[in-house]
Nanobody, 128 residues
Framework: EEQLVESGGGLVQVGGSLRLSCAAS????????IGWFRQAPGKEREGVSW????????HYADSVKGRFTISRDPAKDTVYLQMDDLKPEDTAVYYC?????????????????????WGQGTQVTVSS
């Protein structure tokens, strides 16, 4: 059974840092893109960043570019999201999802409809 498990959320002050982890099991990790999305109360789930496991391609939303860094550890089937210089508007539940990655084709992996399965989410709260 495919499974994604997020961890690393918590309460942090403005300007602080957190590192989220997304541990994968039950599927061919190396064939997928892993995306981080977030959902604040009363808002739609939005794409934050994604990384391709086959070739390491990454992408970031404009709102987090320069502050967040996505990376992967294939030996651990885990993707990380390093979040620095956190702001109150980063407060949300953060989810990771897995989508089949098509080498050589343009696919919008910031579209949550592309994703096949999701983790349960981890809360990030940034206090001012």
């Amino acid at each position: 059974e495919e499974q994604l498990v997020e961890s690393g959320g918590g309460l942090v002050q403005v300007g602080g840092s957190l590192r989220l982890s997304c541990a994968a099991s039950g599927f061919s990790f190396e064939d997928y893109a892993i995306g981080w999305f977030r959902q604040a109360p009363g808002k739609e789930r939005e794409g934050v960043s994604w990384i391709s496991n086959p070739d390491g391609t990454t992408h970031y939303a404009d709102s987090v570019k320069g502050r967040f860094t996505i990376s992967r550890d294939p030996a651990k089937d885990t993707v990380y999201l390093q979040m620095d210089d956190l702001k109150p508007e980063d407060t949300a539940v953060y989810y990771c999802g897995a989508a089949i990655y098509y080498l050589g084709y343009y696919v919008n992996y910031m579209d949550l409809a592309r994703y096949d399965f999701w983790g349960q989410g981890t809360q990030v709260t940034v206090s001012s």
